[in-house]
């Protein structure tokens, strides 16, 4: 379980002639087996934020910190689209993540798969799943890593209703066995109120503007009326600050 | 639930099934070989056989070469032995010099702008102009012929290479980069194989005017190989030797991309989609489940 600690992190992207800022002074510290999810409309800085925590981009300014006690966090990743190899196996591409590839890597990575019930496509190609079952690769990978920390941006975004539902109950599994810290991006408020325990409001222009902690018991579910009030509380939210969520 | 009647569809006639087959696509291209080897047969009784050998003439004489009866000073298995030797070692060169131009080219803004007007150029010209060329610079021999080649070929591998590396997925890199792949195994793994499709681009259109140059250069600048025997044929004024080298010459570039391009392509991209091959989803993700 990792701490995540961001001090006025800034994001600014220059263009030809002009600036943009993507993230606007956003301090927050997410610790232990928390489940946080970031809201907010589009190009309110999201997967911005994501895309730093990673390191595949650097902030302009500010502070962060990825720990796991005194060493720095293990991170795993599961993206909007599933990001497989499609030229290698799902079980190599699995492997392709790991730091180690020896026979106790590859039965963890087994494991993960069987977690997520692919057990019997390691040796498939990608282009032979479906979106769903791509998708679920893409988790398994993250949690093959055995990361301290999981970052998710809008992993069920591109799945049919079903599908997603599916999966979303295999991720809040998935979570309670493995008691990881996850940051999950998403723009679907249901989701985030189904699957978190803290969520995080951003606003157009990259602001933090509210943090709201979800106290509603586990297992949630998505069609009931408390889930229902507390979507309908966080768009009250948004709308109280004008800036409602597409 | 709408209920469907299927009605069993009526059986066609002989007439009709023979219409189907001579519509088939297949069909379509045997009956257009038959029509030219018709055409070259009527063709054979109104032109003079030293213009147009007859077709059977043709196949005698190919017969015999591959049986290696010839009065040629080199058996087809010489020739075409020794053209394929020039062509390996011309495009092994070509990749030697092309990859790196073109992996400076995909990577590098101002190397792009540096190299772009040759490369145009380079793709413009005719096979047949750095044949001459090479028989000028170099003479009779092997070089002429092996140089000919190389640069033949290489601008279609600068060209492709440097395309495939501005065509490397953005997102598998990121995807490498987060889960923090060092850069070797991301080279390997990701650039390399992303690099394919284009290397085989490169393989294929290089290898196909590289081919042509060959020919052109050992005609004029060489004294062996199979562009030289069918030159030679071309001075005895024997018809049937020029026809049937050329049909060799057809013959072994399909065969290259039959059995050679088109085996390694197939095993290289076996991950791409066969519907054939696709597993079935899993009973978790069946609607029914979901609904429990």
Redesign the interface.
């Given at each position: 379980m990792a701490t995540i600690r961001l001090e006025k992190l800034r994001k600014e992207f220059i263009t030809d002639d002009s600036k943009v800022v993507a993230l606007n002074d956003v301090s927050f510290e997410v610790s232990g087996q928390e489940f946080v999810s970031v809201i907010g409309p589009s190009g309110c800085g999201k997967s911005t934020l994501l895309?730093i925590l990673?390191?595949?981009e650097t902030a302009t300014s500010g502070k962060l910190e990825i720990t796991e006690g005194e060493r720095q966090a293990r991170?795993?990743?599961v993206?909007q689209?599933a990001?497989l190899?499609?030229?290698?196996t799902v079980m190599d591409n699995l492997l392709?993540?790991q730091d180690v590839r020896d026979k106790e890597t590859r039965e963890r990575c087994q494991r993960y798969l069987e977690m997520v019930?692919?057990g019997?496509?390691g040796k498939?190609?990608?282009?032979?799943?479906?979106g769903?079952?791509q998708q679920r690769a893409g988790i398994a990978r993250a949690f093959s890593?055995e990361p301290d920390l999981l970052?998710m941006d809008e992993p069920f975004s591109h799945l049919d209703a079903?599908?997603g539902?599916?999966l979303r109950r295999?991720l809040h599994e998935l979570w309670t066995r493995t008691k990881k810290t996850v940051l999950f991006v998403t723009h679907d408020v249901t989701e985030a109120v189904e699957l978190s325990t803290r969520i995080l409001m951003f606003a157009k222009g990259g602001h933090l503007v509210e943090e709201v902690t979800m106290d509603l018991p586990f297992p949630r579910d998505a069609t009931s009326d408390e889930v229902a009030l507390a979507r309908a509380d966080i768009m009250r939210r948004f709308e109280a600050l004008d800036l409602v969520a597409t | 639930m709408s209920a469907t009647t299927l009605r069993r569809p009526a059986l066609p006639s002989s007439g009709a099934k023979l219409v189907n087959v001579l519509k088939a696509n297949r069909s379509a291209r045997i009956m257009s070989w038959i029509s030219l080897l018709v055409a070259w047969q009527l063709a054979t009784l109104v032109i003079p056989s030293e213009l147009i050998p007859p077709p059977a003439q043709v196949l005698e004489f190919m017969w015999n070469e591959v049986r290696a009866v010839t009065v040629a000073p080199e058996t087809l298995y010489m020739s075409f032995g020794l053209s394929f030797e020039r062509l390996g070692v011309g495009l092994a060169i070509a990749f030697a010099i092309g990859t790196p131009i073109g992996l400076a080219m995909g990577m590098y803004k101002p190397v792009e702008h540096f190299l772009h007007d040759f490369v145009v150029v380079g793709l413009a010209m005719p096979s047949l102009v750095w044949a001459l060329v090479a028989g000028m610079w170099f003479g009779f021999g092997n070089l002429a012929p092996v140089i000919t080649v190389t640069l033949a070929a290489v601008t279609f591998v600068v060209i492709n290479i440097a395309e495939g590396v501005r065509n490397v997925p953005k997102?598998?890199l990121?995807?490498?980069?987060?889960?923090?792949?060092s850069r070797w195994?991301t080279i390997r793994?990701?650039i390399f194989?992303s690099l394919?499709p284009f290397f085989f681009a490169a393989l294929r259109y290089g290898f196909a005017n590289a081919w042509k140059g060959l020919v052109l250069a050992e005609v004029w600048a060489s004294t062996s190989g199979a562009g030289w025997v069918i030159k030679f044929w071309y001075d005895a004024h024997r018809s049937q030797g020029i026809v049937g080298y050329a049909l060799f010459f057809i013959l072994v570039a399909i065969l290259i991309e039959r059995l050679v391009f088109g085996r390694l392509s197939n095993y290289v991209?076996?991950?791409?989609?066969t519907t054939s091959?696709?597993?079935p989803?899993?009973a978790?993700?069946a609607?029914a489940?979901?609904g429990a």
């Amino acid at each position: 379980m990792a701490t995540i600690r961001l001090e006025k992190l800034r994001k600014e992207f220059i263009t030809d002639d002009s600036k943009v800022v993507a993230l606007n002074d956003v301090s927050f510290e997410v610790s232990g087996q928390e489940f946080v999810s970031v809201i907010g409309p589009s190009g309110c800085g999201k997967s911005t934020l994501l895309n730093i925590l990673s390191g595949i981009e650097t902030a302009t300014s500010g502070k962060l910190e990825i720990t796991e006690g005194e060493r720095q966090a293990r991170l795993g990743y599961v993206f909007q689209a599933a990001r497989l190899l499609p030229w290698r196996t799902v079980m190599d591409n699995l492997l392709f993540v790991q730091d180690v590839r020896d026979k106790e890597t590859r039965e963890r990575c087994q494991r993960y798969l069987e977690m997520v019930e692919l057990g019997h496509t390691g040796k498939q190609y990608p282009s032979q799943l479906s979106g769903g079952m791509q998708q679920r690769a893409g988790i398994a990978r993250a949690f093959s890593t055995e990361p301290d920390l999981l970052l998710m941006d809008e992993p069920f975004s591109h799945l049919d209703a079903i599908t997603g539902r599916s999966l979303r109950r295999e991720l809040h599994e998935l979570w309670t066995r493995t008691k990881k810290t996850v940051l999950f991006v998403t723009h679907d408020v249901t989701e985030a109120v189904e699957l978190s325990t803290r969520i995080l409001m951003f606003a157009k222009g990259g602001h933090l503007v509210e943090e709201v902690t979800m106290d509603l018991p586990f297992p949630r579910d998505a069609t009931s009326d408390e889930v229902a009030l507390a979507r309908a509380d966080i768009m009250r939210r948004f709308e109280a600050l004008d800036l409602v969520a597409t | 639930m709408s209920a469907t009647t299927l009605r069993r569809p009526a059986l066609p006639s002989s007439g009709a099934k023979l219409v189907n087959v001579l519509k088939a696509n297949r069909s379509a291209r045997i009956m257009s070989w038959i029509s030219l080897l018709v055409a070259w047969q009527l063709a054979t009784l109104v032109i003079p056989s030293e213009l147009i050998p007859p077709p059977a003439q043709v196949l005698e004489f190919m017969w015999n070469e591959v049986r290696a009866v010839t009065v040629a000073p080199e058996t087809l298995y010489m020739s075409f032995g020794l053209s394929f030797e020039r062509l390996g070692v011309g495009l092994a060169i070509a990749f030697a010099i092309g990859t790196p131009i073109g992996l400076a080219m995909g990577m590098y803004k101002p190397v792009e702008h540096f190299l772009h007007d040759f490369v145009v150029v380079g793709l413009a010209m005719p096979s047949l102009v750095w044949a001459l060329v090479a028989g000028m610079w170099f003479g009779f021999g092997n070089l002429a012929p092996v140089i000919t080649v190389t640069l033949a070929a290489v601008t279609f591998v600068v060209i492709n290479i440097a395309e495939g590396v501005r065509n490397v997925p953005k997102e598998l890199l990121d995807m490498s980069a987060a889960y923090g792949v060092s850069r070797w195994r991301t080279i390997r793994h990701v650039i390399f194989p992303s690099l394919m499709p284009f290397f085989f681009a490169a393989l294929r259109y290089g290898f196909a005017n590289a081919w042509k140059g060959l020919v052109l250069a050992e005609v004029w600048a060489s004294t062996s190989g199979a562009g030289w025997v069918i030159k030679f044929w071309y001075d005895a004024h024997r018809s049937q030797g020029i026809v049937g080298y050329a049909l060799f010459f057809i013959l072994v570039a399909i065969l290259i991309e039959r059995l050679v391009f088109g085996r390694l392509s197939n095993y290289v991209f076996r991950w791409r989609a066969t519907t054939s091959r696709e597993i079935p989803e899993p009973a978790s993700e069946a609607p029914a489940k979901e609904g429990a």
